[in-house]
């Protein structure tokens, strides 16, 4: 808990410096515009404090704390969706299923947990849509419905397991995901736009570039290689491995959300730049990266 301590002690004094910086740059150049930055700022502060709570305190504050954050991720994402009158019961459903999918976290039934979403969501989810509700549009709003559950809630829904598999070491590990996701997804951004040219997947996202996929990797892992002593009981071989395991995850998960955001708001650019803004943009990466790194630690340590 010391490392985490610390750690949280080092992103509060950056997020000082970069609010300092922020207010000192827009007064001193008003004829600029620097809102998105400004909105970044705080979305940053807002996650900030969600994994404070999820860091410091208690399991059951973690597990409330995360709850919260996957229900405006799923909100936000639902909000990008064509919907009709028909959809609405649906994702009531979907909403109803948070609860439940974390309450099998608190009572520690794994087996639930894993199969809750991916089965039992996925063969009931569709009834309210059946009933009385009509054919039109049922395959693109429940698959859309049941995307949104699989990474916004079940995907995320990962990160407050980790103090109920492990309560001994769960603070540090979950800070040490989120670092390094988050440090993967700003190098990624920072290095396109300085000096990226060859870019991944135009048509999906023209920001990610390979020059900033291999800038993030590297920095990543070797950020990984000084951190992990302090939050993690990794040695220094797999101190590199998951680093590179969520540089790898994170750029995935951040591309799988572009995708999914272009194709369901083709036409609507005005809210498609909104959303660039949003907390679902801050933890898109979080997504693929909370999973992938859980069941990795479970297969290859005891302790979880």
Not at 14 to 33: E, G, H, M, R, T
Not at 36 to 49: A, E, S, V
Request: hydrophobic share 50%.
């Amino acid at each position: 808990m010391d490392g985490s301590y610390y750690t949280l002690a080092l992103i509060f004094a950056a997020l000082l410096a970069i609010q300092l910086i922020y207010y000192i740059v827009s007064k001193l150049q008003p004829d600029k515009d620097y809102t998105t930055i400004g909105y970044r700022i705080k979305t940053w502060w807002g996650m900030f404090f969600i994994f404070c709570l999820a860091t410091l305190f208690n399991a059951v504050v973690s597990l409330l704390s995360l709850m919260v954050l996957t229900f405006f991720a799923l909100k936000e994402y639902f909000s990008m969706i064509k919907t009709r009158k028909a959809d609405r019961r649906l994702f009531l459903w979907a909403y109803l299923s948070i609860p439940v999918q974390f309450y099998w976290i608190y009572i520690g039934w794994y087996g639930m947990f894993i199969v809750f979403i991916p089965i039992y969501v996925f063969l009931f989810l569709p009834l309210p849509r059946l009933i009385n509700k009509g054919t039109v549009g049922f395959l693109r709003s429940v698959s859309s419905t049941q995307w949104g559950l699989m990474l916004m809630v079940f995907g995320l829904s990962h990160l407050a397991y980790f103090q109920f598999a492990t309560p001994q070491y769960g603070a540090g590990l979950v800070l040490f995901l989120v670092v390094l996701t988050q440090l993967n997804d700003v190098i990624h951004e920072v290095a396109s736009i300085y000096f990226g040219k060859r870019k991944i997947v135009p048509t999906a996202n023209p920001h990610v570039t390979w020059e900033g996929f291999a800038s993030a990797f590297v920095v990543t892992t070797v950020g990984s290689y000084f951190i992990y002593p302090y939050l993690t009981p990794f040695d220094p071989a797999f101190g590199l491995i998951f680093g590179m395991l969520i540089s790898l995850s994170g750029f995935f998960g951040s591309l799988t959300v572009s995708v999914l955001k272009r194709d369901l708001l083709i036409a609507d650019d005005d809210k498609f730049d909104a959303l660039k803004q949003s907390y679902l943009s801050r933890v898109d990466s979080l997504t693929y990266t909370s999973p992938v790194f859980f069941h990795a630690i479970r297969y290859f340590f005891d302790f979880m």
